[in-house]
């Protein structure tokens, strides 16, 4: 399996980490190689003290790193259009999942596409 | 001076304060601008009727990718204090309700592939209403930023004039920018619970900003008012003036007319708030 994957964490470094609840508010990001090529990256969200655009903030950290999907409880509309832009896939994770968690149902597929909304 | 009528909600009778004020002021002989910079419902102009003499479309610079060569470097949103861009491999995402159009990073682009275009936001209407200019501005409707629009309504204030600024409810950015330059701020509230509770936290904004307020207190037997004098009197904040509701204001309001042609004490309650605002301050600043 190719790509990366990203999941806003809070309390917690590796895969034991738990998934924090918005993308742009998170403390940090676990971005994990799919194809296990590269020991999984822990990201600090810097920008989560941003006044606004924090959302955006957070999506241009995680493209830069290359990521290809992002599995989060909520996405914020502006992170959700950013991510988008940047081609990553997104899915929906119940919240309060361990990272290793999350990865797994990934893995088996069972994890919720986030759709497009259409206003 | 420039004295600046706000409100922590809409709707407590902002707009009946300012328009009398600039009204009587101009009546006064006084040479009085009223701004109105409540730009998602800009209402004086119901009760000045004013001749609009001047009316133009405000635009402001976004940051546009027209053509040539992004190569995705980042430089721009590094730069960007608002997170107002966005760096994909070869192109930008710009997100205008973000950008606080400092041109910034157009100017940083390495390979200078971004310009500035304009981009509509509202209309600013000049005109007069007797003695008194008038000038307010209207933000367009989805138009998510209105800052640069109140900023462009208070930079046509003639300095060394009387101002009276008729600003955004609440403590938004919009009410930030409108007490910008303020030198008197009156905050109209009414007695109810979820009026102190905004009422506190305009009180707030003003303090932040060094701006000596004043409260208005209008339809003062609408609830119970101890609560509200209670805080305004620890607080220290002054009461200029404060009356009871009647009828007869909400008919006139309701008319789309100035209230104080017809209702004699409330003209005279206002020319007294005139009085007290025009007055030097207790504290020695002017
Ligand atoms: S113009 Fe300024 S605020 Fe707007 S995107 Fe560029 S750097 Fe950011
Ligand atoms: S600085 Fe210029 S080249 Fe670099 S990402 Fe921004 S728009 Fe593209």
Not at chain 1, 15 to 24: E, F, K, M, S, W
Not at chain 2, 2 to 29: D, N, P, Y
Not at chain 2, 67 to 86: E, K, M, S
Request: with cysteine; net charge negative; hydrophobic share 45%.
């Amino acid at each position: 399996m190719n790509g990366r994957l990203a999941v806003p964490v809070r309390d917690g470094v590796g895969l034991q980490a738990r998934l924090d609840r918005q993308l742009g508010r998170a403390a940090a990001f676990v971005v994990v190689d799919l194809d296990g090529s590269v020991e999984p990256v822990y990201l600090i969200n810097e920008g989560v003290q941003a006044e606004q655009g924090a959302g955006i903030g957070a999506a241009a950290l995680l493209l830069q790193h290359g990521v290809t999907a992002v599995a989060a409880e909520h996405f914020g509309p502006k992170a959700e259009q950013a991510l988008r832009a940047g081609g990553a896939a997104l899915y929906t994770a119940p919240g309060g999942l361990t990272v290793a968690e999350v990865l797994e149902r990934f893995r088996a597929g069972t994890l919720v596409r986030h759709e497009l909304k259409v206003y | 001076m420039r004295l600046v009528v706000a409100s922590g909600k809409g709707g407590t009778g902002k707009t009946l304060v300012s328009t009398h004020l600039a009204w009587l002021a101009a009546e006064r002989g006084l040479d009085v601008t009223y701004a109105d910079v409540d730009v998602e419902t800009p209402n004086g102009h119901l009760f000045l009727a004013p001749v609009v003499e001047r009316e133009h479309r405000h635009t402001v610079l976004l940051p546009s990718l027209p053509f040539g060569h992004c190569t995705g470097c980042g430089v721009c949103h590094d730069f960007c204090q608002y997170n107002a861009i966005l760096p994909l491999p070869d192109s930008v995402l710009i997100f205008p309700e973000l950008c606080h159009n400092c041109g910034g990073c157009v100017r940083v682009c390495p390979p200078a592939v971004l310009s500035e275009v304009p981009h509509e936001v509202g209309t600013v209407r000049e005109g007069r209403a007797g003695n008194l200019r008038f000038l307010d501005g209207r933000v367009d409707v989805g138009e998510p930023r209105a800052t640069p629009l109140i900023q462009e309504v208070l930079r046509r204030i003639d300095a060394g004039t009387l101002a009276v600024v008729d600003a955004p409810p609440g403590t938004s950015c919009n009410t930030t920018a409108a007490l910008s330059g303020a030198d008197r701020v009156l905050l109209v509230t009414e007695p109810t619970p979820f009026g102190l509770h905004d009422l506190r936290l305009a009180l707030q904004l003003c303090r932040t900003a060094g701006l000596p307020a004043g409260v208005v207190i209008n339809r003062a037997d609408l609830g119970d008012d101890r609560p509200l004098r209670a805080f305004l009197e620890a607080e220290r904040v002054p009461v200029r003036a404060a009356w009871r509701y009647d009828p007869e204001l909400a008919v006139a309001v309701a008319r789309g007319e100035l209230a104080g042609r017809r209702v004699p004490w409330f003209r005279d309650a206002v020319e007294h708030l005139l009085d007290a605002c025009l007055a030097p301050q207790e504290d020695g600043r002017s």
